[in-house]
């Protein structure tokens, strides 16, 4: 579906999708807690679909409608058939570490762009583990035999936090439970945060040092519980950017406290000098300027698409650091965003683990390619409020990856588009 968004003003109030890093969490603690557990308000979006299909091909009966989840976990058994993870990272991330409590041989694949996606960390510290897992040349699909036995690894998290919150959450159900060791601070620190803290309210408490250099967690039970999702942050940071570029606009549903990393868009819009209306559980932007600036995305990966979009509408030139590994998501980020701003007149330079970008005049009357991105086509509408004329979007359904109800909800807030 190729989507033409026309240059608009926004104007309203929206409640953030739930989050999709908690959803995912939930559950893959649901599925190992012996028991019925009840997941409110989830986000049901393709990922979560990955999700739920991968348990249920490991025995897990789940329930799904549409304010809640039911899982009834407990015993994992063995596949009959590859796990298909589609497009969803931490589905197969995730998935890999719970096949390692499986006797019997269990296959984990996924689409085209997720077998382009590094797992090979994760398959060594798994082995030295006790599980024996195999990838091809360091990429899925992976195949998992044996059973995790547990013990003490090094695992190099340079490259995704989702390989150590893999084994955390597999950890509890080992034969001697796991020490987590890293030589560097892992990357998206706050993504490990999600994680320690689902586990810790299914239960499962999780030692840990201040830089997560170190992490120790015992054998133990998860216990089953009745589990609420939180709004998403990372949605929001694309709703608020909506504001600051075309009008005003109020996102609900927010937990101020969160752990989630993308609630910095918070400190980023008082970086750029944007003034942010905050309570208990909205936060609020209005059209303003974006002055220069620099930021650094390592721990925050999926601000990435909308900091370039608040670079093209800024003032002067911005630099933004830590990008090279968003080379390895749904899509190459780095050039995607690059190729895509470029067309639309911005200027752009990439230099290492660097992009610069020259805010200006946003042309418009351009084919935008999503590359199949949920976070490429939703940062490329934002920028469409702003330029000369119109733009097509290629693909803009990869939206329901994380936020199936994109398009509902920006028209709802003014946003001009059609299918075509």
């Known amino acids: 579906m190729n989507i033409k968004v026309y240059p608009s003003k926004v104007y309203g109030s929206i409640k953030a999708p739930a989050s999709k890093s908690y959803t995912h969490r939930a559950l893959f603690c649901s599925a190992l807690a012996n028991g019925r557990s009840i997941i409110r308000n989830p986000l049901l979006c393709d990922d979560v679909d990955a999700t739920i299909n991968a348990l249920r091909s490991i025995g897990i009966k789940i329930h799904v409608n549409n304010e809640s989840i039911i899982v009834d976990g407990g015993e994992l058994t063995q596949p009959q058939n590859p796990i298909n993870c589609m497009e969803s990272g931490t589905t197969m ?112 408490p999780v030692k840990y040092s201040d830089d997560f250099k170190f992490i120790r967690v015992e054998r133990q039970n998860y216990t089953p519980r009745d589990f609420t999702v939180e709004g998403d942050w990372s949605s929001a940071a694309i709703l608020l950017a909506l504001g600051i570029v075309g009008g005003m606009v109020t996102v609900q549903g927010l937990n101020i406290n969160s752990f989630q990393g993308d609630k910095s868009i918070i400190d980023f819009l008082k970086l750029i000098n944007v003034p942010v209306e905050i309570s208990d559980d909205y936060v609020s932007v209005t059209k303003h300027l974006v002055k220069p600036f620099e930021f650094n995305v390592s721990d925050t990966p999926d601000l990435f698409p909308i900091l370039c979009v608040l670079s093209a509408y800024s003032m002067g030139t911005c630099r933004i650091y830590g990008v090279n590994r968003l080379r ?17 007149g911005i200027n752009v330079a990439l230099s290492n683990d660097l992009i610069t970008i020259k805010g200006g005049r946003v042309m418009g009357d351009v084919v935008i390619d999503s590359h199949n991105d949920h976070r490429i086509a939703m940062a490329f509408t934002v920028l469409a409020m702003i330029a000369d004329s119109s733009i097509i979007i290629r693909n803009a359904e990869c939206v329901s990856k994380s936020y199936p109800s994109f398009w509902d909800d920006v028209r709802r807030l003014g946003v001009e588009f059609e299918v075509v």
């Open 93 to 204: 991330r995730f998935t890999v570490g719970l096949c390692s409590l499986i006797n019997g041989k269990s296959i984990v694949t996924g689409s085209k762009s997720l077998l382009r996606r590094p797992i090979k960390p994760l398959v060594d510290a798994l082995n030295i583990l006790g599980a024996k897992c195999t990838c091809i040349n360091g990429f899925p699909p992976v195949t998992v035999e044996g059973v995790l036995r547990g013990g003490s690894v090094l695992v190099d998290s340079s490259l995704s936090s989702q390989f150590t919150s893999s084994i955390m959450i597999a950890a509890p159900k080992s034969s001697t439970g796991v020490e987590i060791k890293s030589l560097v601070e892992p990357v998206s620190k706050p993504y490990i945060l999600i994680t320690l803290d689902v586990m810790n309210s299914f239960n499962v």
């Open 328 to 344: 390895f998501k749904e899509s190459d980020r780095v050039n995607a965003m690059a190729d895509g701003l470029m067309k639309m």
